[in-house]
């Protein structure tokens, strides 16, 4: 799959319709949305709020990534605002596996995702256990960082993983995405490439989800 999730934190708050509506225009087939606490990320973007101003204009699936601690407390909550996918990080919990109950419960897709510094290997106990795994290729807490090159290895080994295994669990990759480096990712083995200043600094959105959509090694 080769998909592209424009993240919300990247928008332009104060018109946040029009760019919610300039990706239903788009090519885009998700939309990230970040969530950060203050606690488990050094930064505080937003909450339930915003996803219900998500809910009601955008026409792509709501493809959320927890960067809390505690996601035990909220998953349900933001299964219940409209997500289409939850994720949380493995390295905030004690064990994911309740918690991912909770999100499959209410027949939402389950993420679990990891920072740079977290071993891939931790993944590997889960791979068959969630829909998606997602891979930080920034510490997660800001938009506009620089992609971290090993991720390229990580995604490789993930990949070799899900095809050793005959598994279909997803690969989304988060951070410093851009149309320079898409086609990179995506032949490493990704499925998602989230992108925030890449599609929402841009003079044209749409055109930068298209080109890394069908962007090339
Ligand atoms: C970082 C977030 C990312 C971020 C991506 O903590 O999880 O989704 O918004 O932004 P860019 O594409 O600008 O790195
Ligand atoms: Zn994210």
Redesign the pocket.
Same mark, same amino acid.
């Given at each position: 799959m080769r998909a592209i999730a424009p993240?919300i934190?990247?928008a332009d708050f104060g018109e946040l319709r029009q760019e919610i509506e300039r990706i239903n225009l788009s090519e885009a087939d998700l939309f990230?949305v970040?969530v950060m606490d203050g606690t488990f990320?050094p930064n505080i973007s937003f909450g339930f709020p915003i996803m219900e101003t998500l809910c009601k204009y955008a026409e792509k699936p709501l493809d959320v990534?927890l960067?809390i601690v505690h996601p035990e407390k909220y998953v349900e909550r933001f299964c219940d605002a409209g997500a289409y996918s939850v994720g949380f990080h493995l390295e905030a919990v004690e064990d994911p596996m309740p918690i991912l109950s909770l999100i499959r419960n209410k027949n939402v897709r389950t993420c679990l995702t990891i920072n740079p510094d977290i071993d891939v290997h931790r993944l590997d106990p889960y791979l068959d256990q969630v829909d998606m795994v997602l891979l930080?290729s920034?510490f #997660? /807490?800001?938009?506009?960082?620089k992609f971290i090159p090993e991720t390229l290895d990580k995604i490789r080994y993930v990949r070799s993983e899900i095809t050793r295994r005959n598994l279909s669990t997803l690969i989304e990759v988060?951070?410093?995405?851009n149309q320079k480096n898409a086609g990179d990712i995506f032949a490493a083995g990704a499925d998602i490439l989230? #992108? /925030?200043?890449?599609v929402f600094h841009s003079d044209d959105p749409a055109a930068a989800v298209a080109a890394m959509k069908h962007s090339v090694a």
């Open positions: 993240s934190l990247s990230h970040d990320v990534h960067m930080m920034v #997660a /807490g800001f938009g506009g960082q988060d951070g410093g995405v989230v #992108a /925030g200043s890449a």
